[in-house]
T-cell receptor, first 111, second 112 residues
Framework: DAGITQSPRHKVTETGTPVTLRCHQTENHRYMYWYRQDPGHGLRLIHYSYGVKDTDKGEVSDGYSVSRSKTEDFLLTLESATSSQTSVYFC??????????FGPGTRLTVT | GENVEQHPSTLSVQEGDSAVIKCTYSDSASNYFPWYKQELGKGPQLIIDIRSNVGEKKDQRIAVTLNKTAKHFSLHITETQPEDSAVYFCAAHNQAGTALIFGKGTTLSVSS
């Protein structure tokens, strides 16, 4: 998985609780992305980062925030988890805006 | 808005046959078109990509063709094998060129 790890790999949480997912890379790539994958929707971009402290919104950013204080780490936070945020979350990295390499994913269940 | 449509959603072939998956995109400014393969329980894996300055690219049994005028591109897999069974996603650069817009995926099943 191209030097990308995601943690946790599985999480079950209750509605209304905050959740933080972590993406860590060892490739020193500039760009990092968070996607969610749901049946019938494919992969949808939540947020992305084009450098330390530089982030922008994607297609489905409502209810999510991100932070990137170091090149190697990109955090995705659900401030108050809802059942509609039950999904598989993938992090991806890229050295430029072209070839993206994906991590193994985090399966999140909000009950 | 920007959109990538992918067809078919499912495809079943016999081992040794060819498989073709097609995608269309809406933004004429898109200039990069990757294809990903996703096996069960894993993250998507980049298998081939093409940029707008070429019409075709080949890598062993896999090829991608691009028609910029018609705004569509296709993945061709020849001599399919059971291990080609997976979900395949096409994607295209968004208008700003900063991120990818994905199709909804094609589940390919290769039976022996």
């Amino acid at each position: 998985d191209a030097g990308i790890t995601q943690s946790p790999r599985h999480k079950v949480t209750e509605t209304g609780t905050p959740v933080t997912l972590r993406c860590h890379q060892t490739e020193n790539h500039r760009y990092m992305y968070w996607y969610r994958q749901d049946p019938g929707h494919g992969l949808r971009l939540i947020h992305y980062s084009y450098g330390v402290k530089d982030t922008d919104k994607g297609e489905v950013s409502d209810g999510y925030s991100v932070s990137r204080s170091k090149t190697e780490d990109f955090l995705l936070t659900l401030e108050s988890a809802t059942s509609s945020q039950t999904s598989v979350y993938f992090c991806a990295i890229a050295s430029d805006t072209y070839e993206q390499y994906f991590g193994p994913g985090t399966r999140l269940t909000v009950t | 808005g920007e959109n990538v449509e992918q067809h078919p959603s499912t495809l079943s072939v016999q081992e040794g046959d060819s498989a073709v998956i097609k995608c269309t995109y809406s933004d004429s400014a898109s200039n990069y078109f990757p294809w990903y393969k996703q096996e069960l329980g894993k993250g998507p894996q980049l298998i081939i990509d093409i940029r707008s300055n070429v019409g075709e690219k080949k890598d062993q049994r896999i090829a991608v063709t691009l028609n910029k005028t018609a705004k569509h591109f296709s993945l061709h897999i020849t001599e399919t094998q059971p291990e080609d069974s997976a979900v395949y996603f096409c994607a295209a650069h968004n208008q700003a060129g900063t991120a990818l817009i994905f199709g909804k995926g094609t589940t390919l099943s290769v039976s022996s």
